[in-house]
């Protein structure tokens, strides 16, 4: 699934203007926790699905991306977590923001881990989430249509390509094996490309990488 649908579907309940908003239009709280750039998770679906089959909510569904969060980081590595003070996460964000987290015990998991972290509230957090998927272009390599085979550095040429504001600086990626698991983008806080910090990389074997396909291969033909 191209994650710009995400975009789509906010805005279709109502909140185009919202989404189409500056992120630094939003209004902090007092006693946000200080950070330096985001990072945006990107998971690829059919990886994440074949060691967590159970997972119907995501994997039902048979995507290619999936969000898997928002991290506010520091500069230096590492970034702050579980911060105190913030508001509730409402059903109705929980609803809307399922178009690019499926499952709703990850949305959770993200708004109580990093969310809270954000200073923002839990509708500016993800309206931000939503608006940082909404201007990337995800590669045609990534259709999803048929497995296929790239190294660590085609797949960062790839997105580099489909997004000319990034440079392979503000791309890494994270691997289990051979295959390939998630994308991760580096952005300012008003969601501007940047260098990603220097605990943020590339964690991938070299050599060639499998990107599987978000749908079975076809049974091959009884012989006759």
């Known amino acids: 699934m191209n994650v710009r649908r995400a975009l789509a579907a906010w805005c279709a309940a109502g909140l185009m203007a919202a989404a189409a908003a500056p992120a630094l239009a ?47 980081q ?16 409402d059903q ?42 909404g201007q990337l272009a995800i590669p045609p390599q990534f259709d999803g249509a048929a497995p296929r085979t790239m190294t660590a550095s085609q797949i960062v040429a790839a997105f580099a390509k489909a997004n000319p504001s990034l440079t392979a600086r503000s791309i890494a990626l994270r691997c289990r094996a051979s295959e390939l698991e998630e994308v991760h983008i580096c952005l300012s806080r008003d969601l501007h490309p940047q260098p990603c910090g220097p605990d943020v990389r590339t964690r991938c074997r070299s050599g060639p990488l499998t990107i599987e396909a978000t749908q079975p291969s076809p049974p091959a033909p009884l012989p006759r």
Do not use: M, N
């Open 74 to 89: 520091y500069a230096g590595g590492g970034g702050p977590e579980h911060c105190e003070g913030a508001d509730a996460l």
């Open 92 to 133: 109705k964000t929980v609803e809307r923001v399922k178009a690019a987290i499926p499952d709703e015990r990850l949305i959770h998991h993200e708004w109580v881990v990093h969310g809270t972290c954000s200073g923002l509230s839990p509708h500016d957090y993800f309206r931000t989430l939503i608006q940082a998927i």
């Open 26 to 72: 939003l209004v902090e709280s007092p006693g946000a926790a200080p950070f330096d750039y985001y990072v945006l998770a990107l998971s690829w679906s059919p990886a994440f699905c074949a060691s967590h089959p159970a997972d119907r909510a995501e994997c039902g569904l048979r995507r290619g991306f999936t969000v898997h969060g928002l991290w506010p």
